[in-house]
């Protein structure tokens, strides 16, 4: 195993091909979409960036797009609805007719994209909190008939109760958030962020809201859901960030991104056609975790029952790829978006940039990345500082160490591995122990290596007498934060059998400027065999 010392290194970022960083997972074959038994698909999606009286969202309507997109692609026609469309009265009816309509061995496929809330218990002793958990509508205000505009956790949970008693399955997505905590605090440099959470009031006597749950309902014992697979983009006192993923055009919610992966074949890891809970739930996890940098952290359920986990969720029947798998050129250059602050553009002045382009943009145009050239802090769009002491002759270091994490977690996308940092995914400190845990490594082979802050490439695993072939569950690597601090990832590459020609070629670069490479090494070296997974978790420590 590595010693301690090895990932607290920071190394330095050499030349490297404009190719390297432009690896792009082929999309996964299209499928039609079907129930675990022999019933109908019915979905309903919803996704809402325009509010009357909140601050709008800006990824909730192309989440809902894309999902509606999946679907159809499944040969599944959704119910879309957006921004002002999502009213109560149509979610309502929408929700109605899809418990009258559903029969047993069909499945109903809900989502909501947009922000969530909490207030006080409508009816007093319905939770044990004290507090609803509100979807909010489009034309929610806090006065008026506007008030009704908000669909209550009680209601959402009565909804599935009917579908549950008939045996329909369910597939609940909820890209929303109620509380308002962060995994990590967020450098202000960043900019301002959007959070799917929304403070609301509204005065008891001026509700205009007569639920559809009944008192009786709404304090009666949670019943138990053998039909329900229910995935929700953070708890429920934590807030869900909208995020920049490669290659959209908008913010996104990092959740509805990987379910629509999922329902057009991702997340199938075995290739039977067939798609478990298992599977959705540890493909999203870490597709969500790559995304959003640790930030977020999703809530699935059932957890508990094996019975009922290893359940499959939907089928599909494998079908050729269409023009929109084709991968990305080689050729084309990838950029990074990079606003300065305290400090002129001329601070980029005989900058030599390696792989990626530096693309000088405001603080205002989504940068990717926030130089503090003063202070040298470079702060991620996530609002982490993920480097300290950086000058211009770091700085296309940060770039493309950014670039080619970003490739990465695209190549991941059809095939993650799960990896994570333990204890949890906070800001750590001088002297703090924490590990890097790979899951489901039992009889892999498993190659890890580390690109710090700057870029530097670290082979980690395995070197001289580690054994390739893992014989436990998990692997970990343990090791003790001390400075330079900002942020390390770890990359896990699990196959079935040892892939000695990646393994030299990353070793090649050990403790060399080369992340710029790791992509296209990637690309060359991982057979197309789905049973090779590849993931990445990030370490962000402070003094």
């Excluded at 325009?50 to 679907?71: F, P, S």
């Excluded at 601070?347 to 205002?364: R, S």
Aim: aromatic share 4%.
């Amino acid at each position: 195993m590595p010693t301690l010392s090895r990932l607290s290194r920071l190394i330095v970022l050499s030349s490297l091909w404009a190719s390297a960083l432009l690896l792009d997972a082929a999309a996964p074959a299209r499928a039609q979409l079907a129930p675990p038994g022999q019933g109908a698909i019915r979905a309903l999606v919803i996704g809402i960036d325009q509010y009357k009286t909140l601050k709008n969202l800006h990824g909730a309507v192309a989440d809902a797009r894309d999902l509606a997109q999946a679907l159809k692609k499944g040969g599944v026609e959704p119910l879309l609805l957006i921004n002002e469309k999502a009213s109560r009265r149509e979610v309502e009816a929408a929700m109605n007719r899809l418990v009258t309509e559903s029969r047993a061995g069909d499945l109903v496929f809900v989502s909501f994209a947009g922000h969530g809330s909490q207030l006080p218990e409508k009816v007093k002793g319905s939770d044990p909190d004290g507090v609803d958990e509100v979807f909010v509508l489009a034309g929610f205000d806090s006065r008026g008939a506007g008030t009704a505009e908000r669909i209550l956790d009680k209601e959402i949970n009565l909804w599935l109760k009917r579908l549950e008693r008939k045996g329909v399955q369910t597939l609940f997505l909820a890209d929303t958030c109620h509380g308002g905590g962060l995994t990590r605090n967020v450098d202000l440099r960043a900019g301002e962020l959007s959070y799917r959470q929304a403070t609301i009031s509204i005065a008891p006597l001026e509700d205009a809201l007569t639920p559809i749950a009944t008192e009786a309902d709404q304090t009666r014992q949670p019943e138990e859901f053998d039909h329900l697979t229910f995935l929700a983009a953070v708890d429920k006192w934590t807030k869900a960030p909208e995020l920049k993923i490669p290659g959209q055009p908008t913010l996104r919610g990092a959740l509805s991104y990987a379910v629509a992966r999922a329902l057009e074949g991702a997340a199938d890891r075995s290739g039977d056609g067939k798609t478990t809970r298992r599977e959705l739930f540890e493909y999203a996890r870490q597709v969500v975790q790559q995304y959003s940098e640790n930030r977020q952290v999703i809530v699935t359920e059932p957890v508990r029952r094996v019975d009922l986990i290893d359940g499959v969720v939907f089928r599909g029947v494998a079908a050729s790829p269409g023009p929109d798998s084709e991968p990305t050129s080689d050729q084309q250059v990838a950029s990074v978006r990079v606003a300065l602050m305290n400090g002129a553009a001329s601070a980029l002045a005989g900058v030599e940039p390696y792989a990626a382009k530096i693309e000088l943009v405001g603080a205002n145009q989504e940068p990717d990345l926030v130089w503090d050239v003063a202070s040298g802090d470079v702060v991620s769009r996530a609002g982490d500082v993920i480097a300290h002491k950086v000058g211009a002759r770091e700085i296309a270091g940060v770039v493309d160490r950014t670039a080619a994490l970003n490739a990465i977690a695209k190549i991941s996308e059809g095939r993650p591995q799960r990896i994570k940092v333990e204890p949890n995914d906070k800001h750590h400190q001088h002297g703090d122990l924490v590990a890097f845990r790979a899951e489901g490594v039992q009889g892999k082979a498993v190659i890890l290596f580390n690109i710090a802050s700057d870029g530097t490439v670290e082979f980690l695993y395995p070197i001289d007498r580690d054994r390739p072939i893992i014989d436990t569950p998990t692997l970990e690597l343990p090791l003790k934060v001390r400075d330079p601090y900002g942020a390390e990832y770890v990359v896990a590459v699990v196959s079935d059998r040892r892939l000695p020609e990646l393994e030299a070629a990353i070793k090649a670069f050990d403790r060399t400027h080369a992340a710029g490479r790791i992509p296209a090494l990637l690309r060359k070296h991982l057979p197309a065999d789905q049973s090779v997974r590849l993931g990445s978790a990030g370490l962000f420590t402070i003094p």
